[in-house]
């Protein structure tokens, strides 16, 4: 079994909050920091996770799936919308 963890952190002004895309995305949407439910991960052994970003994001983590690789749309999908206006909110 393998494992990978990732920390990602933003860089840069509010241009990337208007246009949040995906799971990750709206981590960056918003000047706050978003908390949601997290699993406890074992230090060994085989684990299933269960908390998909609950509480992190907007709707739930099956909103998000796509149709086929390289296709960008779905419930949430804000890779073709319009750029907002400064101080427009964004998804959150």
Known sequence: AH????????RGGVAARHL???I?????ASTEPRHGRVDEYPASGTFRTSAM???AIEGE???YE??????T?????RFEAAEAAEGQPSLR
């Open 24 to 28: 990750i995305g709206q981590a960056f």
């Open 53 to 55: 970003a609950e509480g």
């Open 61 to 63: 983590a099956a909103m």
């Open 3 to 10: 494992r990978l963890d990732v920390s990602l952190h933003a």
């Open 66 to 71: 796509v149709a086929a690789p390289h296709t």
């Open 20 to 22: 949040p895309h995906g």
């Open 73 to 77: 749309t779905f419930r949430f999908s």
